[in-house]
């Protein structure tokens, strides 16, 4: 049962342009959202994050959306650049005291120059 | 400040061997975490520790995998036997306390491969 959906496995960009990547869930318990980046053979790093009370949350060049009533969520990086291109990884905790994150399995944003 | 380190960051031994993956947390983190990433997939929790307790392993296949905080710092994973699917990275994080806000830093991982 995956309650965290990234169902796009690669998105190609040209350099510059929007990257768009989603995420869907459905555990109504999750109240708070993250985006990581991870480079191979290197960890996920923290990007950006949500919280359920929030529609919007910008840093820099990435902006993070919720809409909560599709239970769904999107990162943009605005512009993009090749130093952009790994796996985002969406991920979501909620409910609970231990607020575990539960993880989508990866978009690949590839940025071409 | 350092991040979280892990070793060995690759690991190859055949079915039935055992295995142990060390991890060691940024200095004065409280809570660790130990995740498995099978290759196309998301990481997937296996066990949270707060402090030395366990505060969630309902995740952990107990029949060979174990783990242990002593000390509330360094931790260990241990697999034992392995088998073919147990084929993975694990990933080691930690955070200065559990909860939203509180985002965790990953270590490299190790790379394990059974054969």
């Known amino acids: 049962d995956q309650q965290v959906k990234q169902n796009s496995p690669s998105l190609s960009v040209q350099e510059g342009r929007i990257s768009i990547l989603n995420c869907d869930y459905t555990?109504?318990?999750?109240?708070?959202f993250l985006w990581y980046k991870k480079y191979p053979a290197e960890g996920p790093t923290f990007l950006i994050s949500?919280?359920?009370?929030?529609d919007k949350n910008e840093d820099g060049r990435f902006t993070v959306f919720l809409n909560k009533s599709a239970k769904h969520l999107s990162l943009h990086i605005v512009p993009s650049q090749p130093g952009d291109s790994a796996v985002y990884f969406c991920?979501?905790?909620?409910?609970?005291?231990?607020?575990?994150?539960?993880f989508g399995s990866g978009t690949q944003l590839t940025v071409l120059p | 400040e350092a991040g979280v380190a892990q070793s060995p960051r690759y690991k190859i031994i055949e079915k039935r061997q055992s295995v142990a993956f060390w991890c060691n947390p940024i200095?004065?983190?409280?809570?660790l975490y130990w995740y498995q990433q099978i290759l196309g997939q998301g990481p997937k929790l296996l066990i949270q520790?707060?402090?030395?307790?366990?505060?969630?392993d309902s995740q952990l296949p107990k029949d060979r995998f174990s783990a242990e905080r002593l000390k509330g710092v360094d931790s260990t994973l241990k697999i034992q036997p392995a088998k073919l699917e147990d084929s993975a990275v694990y990933l080691c994080?930690?955070?200065?306390?559990?909860?939203?806000?509180?985002?965790?830093?990953f270590g490299p991982g190790t790379r394990l491969t059974v054969t």
């Open positions: 520790f707060q402090n030395n307790g366990v505060v969630d």
């Open positions: 994080a930690s955070s200065s306390l559990a909860g939203a806000g509180y985002e965790q830093y």
């Open positions: 555990n109504s318990m999750f109240d708070y």
């Open positions: 200095s004065g983190h409280a809570t």
């Open positions: 949500i919280s359920s009370i929030k």
């Open positions: 991920a979501a905790s909620g409910g609970g005291s231990a607020r575990q994150l539960t």
